[in-house]
């Protein structure tokens, strides 16, 4: 397997958010020259709700409170994701409130303050899992959301888990189910919606039949496409960018530990030593994967990015000349963040870079974009003293 050296950032991450506060799951989005971005955290009636605040691009938080997201209504929100169509955000979380954990929408202005009520992106679904996705796409002006719901099966109290998209404009519509039937597993906090011309595209993975999906949708029309090629494996936590109309799917996937070897024979011709005596195996390892299409959505490339130990959730962006591939990574008792550039072609350019490292788990990661200029936003919530960062990630 290829070894890399593990660059670390001039600059170290800059801590946003220091305890007692709390900051979980944060996602920004581009407004004018600064971001929004959204957390969720306790309130003194019990629940969990989005918080929303501006943010420099240096990493400095703008004002001295956040404005509430979401309503203080007793039931949780979480999980918000943002995106914005040069007016207003867009919010969407996963709300708590009719007593099963539904898809949410509503708009905000450009600081952060409500503009419209919350409305459900579907009542037919009971919703499994950790986040609903957003995206604006302004070749059609209308948002697009996709998230995850289940539906009963034959056998009493088992479900399938599917996938889910819904385009308004106003009121939402009827969602869309965008898998084949098969049942989806492994998205997690990094689903992933991106407008890609009059489209949008997403990906997921399945189960029991272990692929990873490309998923485009353009006019309520869904193509799919297999991109994952290691039979037997078990790909999870998908992400998806979009530069031009070029596509990146990035995965993770368990790598087998290498075979052992025997021992040579002794010197006289005698027997191996006994293997009790061999060193253990390794631990499990999981690399990072991905794959490129072209704009005829044929992969032009693929590969992985090995790591030391077991990468989660990666998260991907073209910053108009390179593609850059983020994820956290767990090493024994702590946890790191990675940062890969693929060239346009998907061939790493320079070695992995480390963008933070130590903290005590879970750590998720998310990418926002200024330009050319592109920053991850770290959440770290059980780490001492800080629990979100920020760090901008090296241009060359």
């Known amino acids: 397997m290829l070894t890399l050296t593990l660059l670390l950032l001039n600059a170290a991450p800059r801590c946003l958010v220091e305890k007692p506060a709390s900051a979980n799951l944060p996602d920004a989005v581009?407004?004018?020259?600064?971001?929004?971005?959204?957390?969720?955290?306790?309130?003194?009636?019990?629940?969990l709700e989005q918080k929303v605040m501006l943010l420099e691009p240096?990493?400095?938080?703008?004002?001295?409170?956040?404005?509430?997201?979401?309503?203080?209504?007793?039931?949780?929100?979480?999980?918000?994701?943002?995106?914005?169509?040069?007016?207003?955000?867009?919010?969407?979380?996963?709300?708590?409130?009719?007593?099963?954990?539904?898809?949410?929408?509503?708009t905000l202005d450009a600081t952060g303050a409500a503009s419209?009520?919350?409305?459900?992106?579907?009542?037919?679904?009971?919703?499994?899992?950790?986040?609903v996705a957003i995206a604006w796409n302004a070749k059609v002006e209308a948002w697009g959301a996709v998230f995850t719901g289940t539906l009963p099966t034959t056998s009493p109290g088992n479900v399938t888990h599917h996938q889910y998209f819904v385009s308004f404009r106003g009121e939402p519509g009827a969602p869309v189910r965008l898998d084949e039937g098969e049942s989806v597993s492994g998205v997690g906090h990094n689903l992933a919606l991106v407008p890609k011309g009059a489209c949008f595209v997403t990906a997921w993975t399945t189960y029991p039949a272990a692929l990873t999906v490309l998923g485009e949708v353009c006019d309520g029309k869904v193509r799919r496409q297999t991109v994952s090629e290691r039979p037997g494996k078990s790909p999870m936590l998908v992400n998806v960018a979009v530069g031009?109309?070029?596509?990146?799917?990035?995965?993770?996937d368990d790598v087998p530990p290498p075979p052992l070897k025997a021992p040579s024979p002794g010197p006289g011709g005698?027997?191996?030593?006994s293997p009790m005596n061999m060193p253990p195996p390794p631990g499990r390892e999981a690399d990072v994967f991905f794959a490129l299409l072209d704009a005829k959505g044929v992969v032009k490339a693929r590969g992985s990015l090995p790591v030391t130990g077991i990468a989660q959730s990666p998260v991907a962006r073209f910053d108009g000349t390179r593609w850059w591939v983020v994820w956290p990574e767990r090493r024994g008792h702590t946890e790191a963040v990675l940062a890969a550039k693929l060239t346009r072609e998907g061939k790493l350019d320079g070695e992995l870079v480390t963008v933070g490292s130590g903290?005590?788990?879970?750590?998720?990661?998310?990418?926002?974009?200024?330009?050319?200029?592109?920053?991850?936003l770290i959440s770290h919530p059980s780490d001492a003293p800080c629990v979100v960062s920020w760090a901008r990630l090296p241009a060359r």
């Open 359 to 376: 903290w005590d788990g879970p750590v998720w990661v998310s990418l926002a974009a200024s330009g050319a200029t592109t920053s991850a």
């Open 244 to 252: 031009g109309d070029e596509v990146l799917v990035t995965w993770v």
């Open 116 to 131: 419209t009520p919350p409305v459900a992106l579907t009542r037919e679904f009971l919703p499994h899992g950790d986040q």
């Open 270 to 273: 005698g027997a191996p030593s």
């Open 30 to 47: 581009l407004v004018g020259k600064r971001f929004a971005v959204t957390w969720y955290e306790p309130v003194p009636n019990g629940s």
């Open 58 to 106: 240096e990493g400095e938080l703008v004002g001295a409170s956040a404005r509430e997201g979401t309503p203080s209504d007793g039931a949780s929100s979480v999980m918000g994701r943002l995106a914005f169509n040069g007016t207003k955000l867009g919010l969407a979380w996963m709300d708590d409130g009719s007593k099963q954990r539904t898809a949410t929408f509503r």
